[in-house]
């Protein structure tokens, strides 16, 4: 073999075996295909893998309540979360009330975040041919408001019932059909009006609306200030939205009309991000979390919601109530990155 024959399969068998040993295999947990949820761990899957960090063996369409304890559990090294599961787990309630409270809490210790995502923005929306004014011309009406359970149920009922007194069953008819069929029932005609968690724009909202001119209306200024739906805003898994009217109009295009009193939507989103084993190795977190920020750009790219879902705001939902904090290892990617991240937001 010639001199340079041989410095070149040196060469290369040492980049085999370097890449070989940087390269961990973990498993990850996330939701079906289609939002903020899944995108952000299928790029974390991606980016990990073409960087020479993880492979990541992504199990997709999972119950998003199980995969939390997996994680917790060891048994699963990543999962996407929205953040009331990290707070009904530490109290043993919920979902986790089989563990009870010491358990619960046990096991919620062991999580830790790693980067951030919205998994929906709650709004009233309906078509303009049901002639419907607003928050204020709910009664009696039939309302889409979710699937038949679950945290998107209780948020959109209790939404409805702060900004207009209205109870599911006692001033209007509460509608739910599973998440897979909601862009059907939406266009079936059958119910009146709509408050979902939606992205914008979102595909459930670019389909509905190819059946028809759509109208979305703002939160009330004096609902989203009072008391009542600023407490709830806050709670663990929930944040206020804000954005401008005109911004979001030019987003949803011409068959989307935006209704405020002012210049600006008000709206909460549902919000989360994905987490680990509180024992993962600090430079492996780094590696990752630091290519996953450095890809942020690509990963906005791939969906039309990629600048509206706050994939580069790690203090999304942090702190206040929320047991859920940031590994150390990816708190200090974030900060390298130039992000802010409060100490409260960071475990020990």
Same mark, same amino acid.
Request: include cysteine; hydrophobic fraction near 40%.
């Given at each position: 073999?010639?001199?340079?024959?041989?410095?070149?399969?040196?060469?290369?068998?040492?980049?085999?075996?370097?890449?070989?040993?940087?390269?961990?295999?973990?498993?990850?947990?996330?939701?079906?295909?289609?939002?903020?949820?899944?995108?952000?761990?299928?790029?974390? +899957?991606?980016?990990?893998?073409?960087? $020479?960090?993880?492979? =990541? /063996?992504?199990?997709? %369409? &999972?119950?998003? #309540?199980?995969?939390?304890?997996?994680?917790?559990?060891?048994?699963?090294?990543?999962?996407?979360?929205?953040?009331?599961?990290?707070?009904?787990?530490?109290?043993?309630?919920?979902?986790?009330?089989?563990?009870?409270?010491?358990?619960?809490?046990?096991?919620?210790?062991?999580?830790?975040?790693?980067?951030?995502?919205?998994?929906?923005?709650?709004?009233?929306?309906?078509?303009?041919?049901?002639?419907?004014?607003?928050?204020?011309?709910?009664?009696?009406?039939?309302?889409?408001?979710?699937?038949?359970?679950?945290?998107?149920?209780?948020?959109?009922?209790?939404?409805?019932?702060?900004? +207009?007194?209205?109870?599911?069953?006692? $001033?209007?008819?509460? =509608? /739910?059909?599973?998440? %897979? &069929?909601?862009? #059907?029932?939406?266009?079936?005609?059958?119910?009146?009006?709509?408050?979902?968690?939606?992205?914008?724009?979102?595909?459930?909202?670019?389909?509905?609306?190819?059946?028809?001119?759509?109208?979305?209306?703002?939160?009330?200024?004096?609902?989203?200030?009072?008391?009542?739906?600023?407490?709830?805003?806050?709670?663990?898994?929930?944040?206020?939205?804000?954005?401008?009217?005109?911004?979001?109009?030019?987003?949803?295009?011409?068959?989307?009309?935006?209704?405020?009193?002012?210049?600006?939507?008000?709206?909460?989103?549902?919000?989360?991000?994905?987490?680990?084993?509180?024992?993962?190795?600090? +430079?492996?977190?780094?590696?990752?979390?630091?290519?996953?920020?450095?890809?942020?750009?690509?990963?906005?790219?791939?969906?039309?919601?990629?600048?509206?879902?706050?994939?580069?705001?790690?203090?999304?939902?942090?702190?206040?109530?929320?047991?859920?904090?940031?590994?150390?290892?990816?708190?200090?990617?974030?900060?390298?990155?130039?992000?802010?991240?409060?100490?409260?937001?960071?475990?020990?």
């Amino acid at each position: 073999m010639k001199p340079t024959q041989i410095m070149a399969a040196i060469a290369a068998a040492t980049t085999f075996a370097t890449g070989a040993f940087a390269q961990a295999n973990l498993t990850a947990e996330t939701s079906s295909p289609g939002g903020a949820t899944h995108l952000s761990t299928a790029h974390l +899957t991606e980016i990990g893998g073409t960087s $020479g960090i993880a492979n =990541i /063996q992504l199990a997709e %369409g &999972q119950t998003l #309540t199980n995969s939390l304890q997996n994680v917790a559990e060891g048994k699963t090294d990543i999962a996407a979360t929205p953040h009331i599961l990290p707070f009904l787990m530490s109290r043993g309630v919920g979902p986790y009330g089989s563990l009870g409270k010491e358990k619960g809490a046990e096991l919620a210790a062991n999580l830790r975040a790693i980067n951030p995502f919205t998994l929906g923005i709650f709004f009233l929306y309906a078509y303009d041919a049901k002639g419907i004014g607003g928050w204020e011309d709910l009664e009696g009406r039939k309302i889409y408001n979710g699937p038949p359970r679950g945290g998107a149920l209780t948020n959109a009922r209790t939404m409805i019932q702060i900004i +207009t007194g209205l109870k599911d069953g006692d $001033g209007y008819e509460g =509608i /739910q059909v599973n998440w %897979g &069929q909601g862009a #059907t029932m939406v266009t079936s005609g059958e119910p009146d009006a709509i408050v979902l968690p939606e992205l914008f724009p979102g595909s459930r909202l670019s389909t509905v609306a190819s059946a028809g001119n759509m109208t979305g209306w703002s939160m009330p200024i004096a609902a989203f200030e009072s008391e009542a739906m600023q407490k709830y805003m806050v709670a663990p898994g929930s944040a206020p939205v804000t954005m401008p009217l005109a911004e979001l109009q030019e987003t949803m295009g011409d068959e989307w009309t935006f209704v405020s009193e002012d210049d600006t939507f008000r709206a909460f989103a549902t919000i989360g991000g994905n987490v680990v084993h509180k024992d993962m190795d600090d +430079t492996l977190v780094y590696d990752l979390v630091t290519a996953y920020i450095g890809s942020m750009d690509a990963l906005k790219a791939k969906a039309p919601y990629g600048n509206t879902v706050n994939f580069d705001n790690p203090m999304l939902g942090m702190c206040g109530a929320n047991p859920i904090k940031y590994h150390p290892a990816a708190a200090r990617a974030w900060r390298e990155a130039g992000y802010t991240l409060d100490d409260c937001a960071v475990a020990n």
